[in-house]
């Protein structure tokens, strides 16, 4: 949505024929921060399903329970850290929120 609104922010500007005299970095810095870091959820949600796939895995061979034990320690550490991310006191989609980044 955030580049649809650009993209005809840009089509009637043309369209104006240089009459918008107004900077884009005045119009969209807010509308960027927002969309960058709605791509960082989206970026942090695709690995939390990644790492969901580590609980399943069953590893064979001489070290197999070994490796196995040390996936699934890591499978525990990761979903700690996404309970914590869940528990924040804030709105991740807040770009005034800085301690996001």
């Given at each position: 949505?955030c580049?649809?609104?650009k993209e005809?922010?840009?089509?009637?500007?043309?369209?104006s024929?240089?009459?918008?005299k107004?900077?884009?970095?005045?119009?969209?810095?807010?509308?960027d921060?927002?969309?960058?870091?709605c791509?960082d959820?989206?970026?942090?949600?695709t690995?939390?399903?990644?790492?969901?796939?580590l609980?399943r895995?069953?590893?064979?061979?001489?070290?197999?329970?070994t490796?196995?034990?040390?996936?699934?320690?890591?499978?525990?550490?990761?979903k700690?850290a996404?309970?914590?991310?869940r528990a924040?006191?804030?709105?991740t989609?807040d770009?005034?929120?800085?301690k996001f980044?």
């Amino acid at each position: 949505m955030c580049s649809k609104f650009k993209e005809y922010y840009h089509e009637y500007k043309t369209k104006s024929e240089g009459k918008w005299k107004l900077t884009l970095n005045a119009l969209f810095s807010r509308l960027d921060a927002y969309s960058e870091r709605c791509h960082d959820i989206l970026h942090l949600t695709t690995t939390i399903m990644q790492f969901n796939k580590l609980e399943r895995i069953e590893l064979g061979g001489t070290k197999g329970k070994t490796l196995t034990e040390t996936i699934k320690q890591i499978s525990e550490e990761f979903k700690k850290a996404v309970e914590n991310f869940r528990a924040l006191p804030y709105d991740t989609l807040d770009i005034n929120q800085k301690k996001f980044d």
